[in-house]
């Protein structure tokens, strides 16, 4: 017998707007001094209050479609999803049900490509927190996250491994960072992923009968793990003549292991309608085309063209182009080392290789770095003679110290008498010198 | 003394001349109210220093206006004439309100709805009953019962109401007063409380087609927190008032349906005759079962369409209110608004939805259709908005489809977002209780409606208010 893991994920990314997604309100519940300051009539849920939609938070997420080579919808429309729970204020989430903004795209990957189902823009809900006061226990609900405009990404069932998983992951956190649209900070909950989960028996026809949601998880590593975690867990049901039951689980990371929460046998009825509160929204070509136009280079192409322009290995350019800023950081060098004639490589190798702090010295500084310990000024032997005995005489000590064997104290003198020539001359030439005048 | 029978035109312009002080007008109005309000059970609420707020160099000059008690007003409770909502103080203010309050006008007080506005005579309120003031022992109509009330007893200057279908032009209708109910989107609804959110129009409630005029210019135009408010300006509805309907080409329609009575039929018929003699076109259009070519749309079908739409968002916009941020748990929800969640719920679910909700949508383009081919011919369309007088107070007892019957003949106008008014057209000596003209106009043309209904008004005996009381 042989197994198919077949797995799809399901990524919620909130934007970083100004505002949130229906209301005037800020948009920072991560950052907000107490909870339930950022809140209005809107997101509270009060009589009366009507969503208008954000325009950048649409702008965005259509940006993001098109990122990942999806179609997008020309009408698309907000609904209204239902369901009962504390954290959601109007009793309903404002979602997107037949006509998200963006539909069937893909991303490549080494591992095979993903196809993307769509993506979605939609609210967040308010957050929960379980506590005693007074010595009883209560829930409490902090409303500053509701109505945080929240990205939903759902792909087809095409990731076959938690690798593959993990591959995709940062691929998409990589396009989201490059947008600039989000933080996707997954320790803080602006980027929170569910994986199904199901394994296929090689006589099966089609996709499984059953799939495991594993909910919340909030890094790439966890991901994968539990996906890892899971295939074995459905191989061993299966070998043991049962069908694992479609659950929703969830993953404890010191345990290493997922545990179910609730079973899911029967679909959910959210009785989604049109939101009568928005009407429906019609894009033109145009449109769509000036915001393609506003896209930044994306990593692969920044891929492609470093590989063309500057010659690099692929491993090099992988690195460079983690971040925007960084590949932005490098190419301002490359420009400036020109007139230096330091080659890109040369640049590249050494923001890589010495962990250079971006933010702390600037291309100019790094040019100045690398010039200065890679050139060498000629410096006459004589001068190189005067300075080693000058040194010696002035260091007494020092000279003692390494005769009696304390090696530290020739890089002592070694920088005194580098400090002597200014940094000129040839290092290994007057280290060697000086050694054997020490002899 | 009798400055609460003022019409709001008058009472704003004797305030301005200094005739008459805002103090005196407020004094006479809350007199009025004392008086009245244990019998007809027309305010929820009473500002008592209500006349401290009027500034008489406003364009409104500090009138006492009545507020159907689902907007939401600070300073006065706002409870949907339900229990969930008992004592609930809103933080913030209604578009509408904010803008009558920004013009000038002074809320006096909250009137008397049906429970969510669901209903078509009040009688679902938690609070009880209005009386229709014509007659007390017939109901005022409703939803917006206590608003047209309110007017009908002189016992505010104005009013503003709210209409899903048939809540503003019925109880109008019943109590003799005039009620309009803009084009959808024409007035913004952020901040009263959502029935069908795709229907909800807050209109004037007034004594005079003027009046009405006047209060929708300041009701009307974009608001950034509706965003299914039209960015179309508010014109002065008042400076084209005595346009008239000289050239106009008007449709009398729904006088073939089979439950039409002969007496209404004759007034609207009288009507229409009354505008070709001022140099309207006007003819009859047959009712058609099916979408037709100059036809108009049976109103049958609309029962159905209106009620399944409404109760799906009822059952949606009513989700909110879970006792947990504000207001009582739902174990305070009257047997009304349980029947609509539970009937509302069922409508979108799965497996049903298609059958009922999305149906429904597909027929309501069709009414939508039937007007817009309509008005690319006629100007207006006149009948009326109820096939009758005011029905005796408990009449709709043991009867869940009361309000979607009584309103059937507003239900198509409402399904299409047209503006339409009510105004009197005829009142029975023995009863007191009046008939009432209705006007309906293409999207965003009340401009129209009015210059026809204040014609009308001024052609005919049956408002009580500019023949008598414009003499004061």
């Known amino acids: 017998m042989s197994y198919t893991p077949i797995i799809g994920l399901e990524i919620h990314v909130e934007l970083k707007t100004q505002s949130k997604m229906f209301c005037g309100c800020k948009n920072d519940p991560f950052h907000a001094p107490k909870p339930n300051i950022y809140t209005c009539p809107v997101c509270l849920g009060m009589p009366g209050g009507l969503p208008v939609p954000n325009k950048k938070a649409i702008e965005w997420t259509i940006m993001l479609g098109l990122a990942l080579n999806c179609k997008i919808n020309m009408v698309s429309k907000f609904d209204r999803k239902h369901y009962f729970y504390p954290d959601l204020s109007k009793g309903y989430q404002i979602s997107q049900y037949d006509q998200p903004l963006c539909l069937g795209g893909v991303l490549s990957l080494p591992e095979g490509d993903v196809r993307i189902h769509r993506v979605h823009l939609e609210e967040d809900t308010g957050k929960l927190q379980h506590t005693t006061i007074d010595g009883k226990e209560v829930t409490l609900i902090d409303f500053n996250r509701s109505g945080v405009p929240l990205i939903e990404i759902v792909t087809e069932p095409d990731i076959r491994s938690g690798e593959h998983a993990k591959s995709f992951l940062k691929k998409l956190h990589q396009i989201i960072r490059y947008l600039d649209i989000s933080d996707a900070d997954m320790e803080k909950g602006s980027m929170r992923l569910e994986p199904n989960i199901s394994v296929k028996q090689s006589e099966d026809e ?42 929703t689980r969830g993953w404890n990371e010191d345990a290493g292991q997922t545990f179910s929460q609730r079973s899911k046998e029967h679909a959910e009825d959210y009785r989604y309608f049109p939101d009568p509160d928005i009407p429906p929204l019609h894009f033109t070509e145009q449109y769509i085309e000036s915001l393609r136009e506003n896209l930044p280079e994306l990593p692969d192409e920044k891929a492609r063209r470093f590989k063309e322009a500057y010659q690099l290995s692929d491993q090099l350019i992988d690195m460079l182009i983690a971040s925007r800023q960084i590949a932005q950081y490098f190419e301002d060098a490359v420009k400036e080392g020109r007139n230096h004639n330091l080659a890109p490589t040369t640049i590249a190798n050494w923001i890589i290789n010495k962990k250079v702090d971006i933010h702390a010295v600037s291309a100019t500084d790094l040019l100045h770095q690398i010039v200065q310990a890679t ?4 410096v006459s032997d004589d001068e190189m003679q005067q300075a080693i005995h000058d040194v010696i005489l002035d260091h007494e000590k020092a000279v003692q110290d390494y005769k009696a064997g304390k090696k530290p104290a020739l890089m002592f003198l070694f920088g005194q008498v580098m400090k002597k020539l200014h940094g000129k001359g040839d290092k290994k030439i007057i280290y060697d010198r000086l050694e054997r005048s020490l002899s | 003394m009798t400055l609460h029978r003022l019409t709001l035109t008058k009472a704003i312009e004797l305030i301005k001349s200094k005739e008459v002080s805002v103090q005196e007008v407020h004094g006479e109005v809350h007199a009025f109210i004392r008086e009245k309000n244990p019998t007809l059970n027309v305010y ?38 339900s229990r969930v909502l008992e004592g609930f103080y809103s933080p913030y203010e209604s578009t509408v309100t904010k803008r009558i309050k920004d013009a ?41 019962g206590g608003s047209a009330a309110a007017v009908s007893a002189d016992m505010c200057i104005a009013a503003i109401g709210s209409e899903t279908a048939g809540s503003i032009r019925i109880p109008a ?3 003799g007063c005039v009620g309009l109910k ?25 004594k005079t087609v003027e009046d009405a005029a006047i209060l929708l210019r300041y009701m009307a135009g974009k608001d950034l927190y509706d965003a299914t408010s039209s960015n179309r ?63 108009v749309l049976s109103p049958d079908y609309a029962v159905a ?11 949606s916009n009513l989700a909110r209110y879970d006792g947990i941020r504000y207001g009582r748990d739902r174990s305070h929800f009257g047997n009304e608004a349980k029947r609509r969640i539970m009937l509302g719920t069922f409508t979108l679910s799965k497996g049903y939805a298609d059958k009922y909700y999305i149906k429904a949508q597909q027929v309501r383009m069709l009414y939508k259709k039937n007007f817009d081919q309509l008005f690319s011919s006629y100007d207006l369309l006149i009948s009326t908005p109820s096939p009758g007088y005011a029905l005796k107070v408990g009449a709709s007892e043991g009867n869940p489809m009361f309000g979607e019957v009584v309103d059937m003949l507003n239900e198509p106008s409402s399904l299409a977002g047209n503006p339409a008014i009510s105004i009197p057209c005829y009142r029975d000596s023995k009863t007191n209780l009046s008939l009432g003209l209705a006007i309906i106009g293409d999207h965003f043309e009340e401009e129209k409606v009015l210059q026809a209904a204040y014609l009308y008004e001024r052609e005919t005996p049956w408002n009580r208010w500019i023949h008598k009381v414009d003499k004061i």
């Open chain 2, 305 to 315: 369409v209106y009620t399944i739409v409404q109760r799906s968002e009822v059952a």
């Open chain 1, 206 to 247: 089609g996709l499984p009968p059953y799939k495991i949601e594993v909910k919340n998880i909030n890094s790439f590593n966890f991901v994968k793990k539990a996906i890892e975690y899971e295939v074995a867990r459905h191989i061993s049901i299966f070998e043991s003549g049962a069908t694992p039951k479609q659950e």
């Open chain 2, 104 to 144: 000038g006008g002074v809320v006096i007080g909250k009137t008397n709805l049906d429970a969510w506005a669901h209903g078509s005579s009040t009688e679902t309120s938690d609070f009880g009953t209005t009386r229709n003031p014509d007659n007390p022992d017939y109901s005022p109509g409703g939803s917006s």
């Open chain 1, 375 to 378: 050139t060498v000024i000629h």
């Open chain 2, 173 to 175: 209708c019943w109590c």
């Open chain 2, 233 to 295: 300006k508010a014109p002065d509805y008042r400076s084209s008032l005595q346009k008239g309907v000289k050239g106009m080409r008007i449709g009398i329609i729904y006088m073939d349906h089979l439950h039409m009575p002969q007496e209404v039929k004759e007034v609207v018929i009288n009507a229409g005759k009354l505008f070709a003699s001022h140099g309207a076109i006007v003819d009859e259009i047959k009712l058609s079962q099916t979408l037709e070519k100059d036809k």
């Open chain 2, 182 to 206: 803009p084009t959808y989107g024409r007035v913004s609804r952020a901040g009263v409380i959502a029935m069908g959110s795709s229907l909800d129009c807050p209109g004037p409630m007034t």
């Open chain 2, 44 to 81: 929820l609420s009473i500002d008592e220093h209500s006349s401290e707020k009027g500034n008489p160099e406003t364009d409104l000059a500090g009138v006492p206006i009545a507020i159907k008690d689902n907007f939401l007003t600070v300073g006065l409770p706002t409870t949907a004439s």
